[in-house]
Each structure stands twice: as C-alpha cells, then as structure tokens.
C-alpha cells in the first residue's frame, strides 16, 4: 500500500515563507512523478506545480517564482519550499502521486495516491 503524509503546514504572516513535507511510503517512489496541489474553501481544487523523475518541475504561474518543488529520492520524501506567501495561498495543500511521466494534459483525478493535506493559512 502507498501512502503519503503531509506535514509542514501552519499559520504565518503576509510575505512569509513555509515548507512542506510529503513522506511515501513504499518502493516506488523515484519512478512517480510529484505533484502539489491545494484547495481554498469553496474552490476547486488546483494544481501548485509538478516535479518529474527527472528532477524537472512545472509550476502554475501563481507559483512561479515563490515556491519551489524538490524531491530526495534517498529519503522519499516530496518538498514545496513556498516563500513571499499572500493571503490568496490560504488553501488545504496536498501532494499527490502519478505512476508515469506526468504528461501533457495529465488530469488531477489521474493522480493514483493523494496525502491527507495539511493546511496552509496566511493572514496578518
């Protein structure tokens, strides 16, 4: 069975910064591509940005350029290094799993493995 845990979440300022954590378990883990993902209250839930095999990453653009998406193959485990945090990053924040190279196109209910989440709120 393949499970992924969150953690890192938290409450912090406007302009902020925080880091979360994706632990998976199981054998399989460099052959995944990682994504982020994160839902507000009442929205659909979104894709933050993805990390290939390869080391590769995709962001949407309201991540380009504050957060970044890194993964230790050694200790399984997925990051989101999320800095200059806005009000509008408040959401629940998960990661996610796809057993392929995340292709072209790839649909957020084609992720096999999805976390908990842990949530993320910024406000002053």
């Known amino acids: 069975e393949v499970k992924l845990v969150e953690s890192g979440g938290g409450s912090v300022q406007p302009g902020g910064s925080l880091r979360l954590s994706c632990v998976v378990t199981g054998n399989q883990y460099r052959s995944y591509c990682m994504g982020w993902f994160r839902q507000a209250p009442g929205k659909e839930r979104e894709r933050v940005g993805i990390i290939e095999r390869d080391g590769s990453t995709e962001y949407e653009d309201s991540a380009k350029g504050r957060f970044t998406i890194s993964r230790d193959n050694d200790k399984n485990t997925l990051y989101l290094q999320m800095n200059s945090l806005k009000p509008e990053d408040t959401a629940m924040y998960f990661c996610?799993?796809?057993?392929?190279?995340?292709?072209?196109?790839?649909?957020?209910?084609?992720?096999?493995?999805w976390g908990q989440g842990t949530q993320v709120t910024v406000s002053s």
């Open positions: 996610a799993a796809f057993g392929d190279y995340c292709y072209r196109g790839l649909s957020i209910y084609e992720y096999q493995y």
